[in-house]
């Protein structure tokens, strides 16, 4: 008999290991050697190209200044670039250079070839053991979400 502390034991050991794929650098094809929130600021300034320093910080959850140190860096590191606006010259706009691109391609490819492996063990289960995952795992994350606190983001369905 499977014991519900087990079960608890399994998913702390996956979100754990999660939690340290996502902080773990590293190069995605440009010989740079990235962070989980440089290479998540890569994909949003490709999603929506034209972003100024407060929007992309909008669409990030994090504040002005986090976003800014984090771009500057990107700069530095020649991913990212920054540019004034035709229209009105004081706002400063983002856009990814070529490596950027070759970056934001390469971590794309890198959630695909996981997703698929992870999907193909899905694939093989019955349709019914993927409801009662899908509704258990729905259940789960409701009552984790009641735990949180200030500190959980809001908008946890629109990230990455």
């Known amino acids: 008999m499977v014991k519900s502390i087990d079960i608890i034991n399994k998913l702390s050991k996956i ?15 440009t010989g740079i050697t990235l962070y989980a929130s440089e290479i998540h600021t890569i ?37 990212v670039e920054k540019y004034k606006d035709a229209n009105n010259k004081k706002e400063v706009l983002l856009k990814l250079t070529d490596e950027g691109e070759d970056a934001y391609i390469a971590h794309a490819q890198f959630h695909h070839r996981v997703e698929q492996e992870v999907g193909k063990y899905f694939d093989e289960l019955e349709n019914i053991q ?15 979400s009641n735990h949180c606190n200030k500190g959980c983001p809001t908008k946890m369905d629109e990230r990455d």
């Open 15 to 29: 979100t754990t290991r999660m939690s340290m794929l996502n902080q773990q650098p590293r190069d995605y094809g």
């Open 43 to 79: 994909k949003a300034i490709e999603e929506k190209e034209g972003l100024n320093i407060t929007e992309l910080a909008n669409v990030m959850g994090v504040t002005k200044g986090a976003i800014s140190k984090i771009i500057n860096k990107l700069v530095r590191k020649g991913l």
């Open 130 to 144: 993927k409801e009662h995952l899908l509704e258990s795992l729905t259940i789960l994350d409701s009552i984790l």
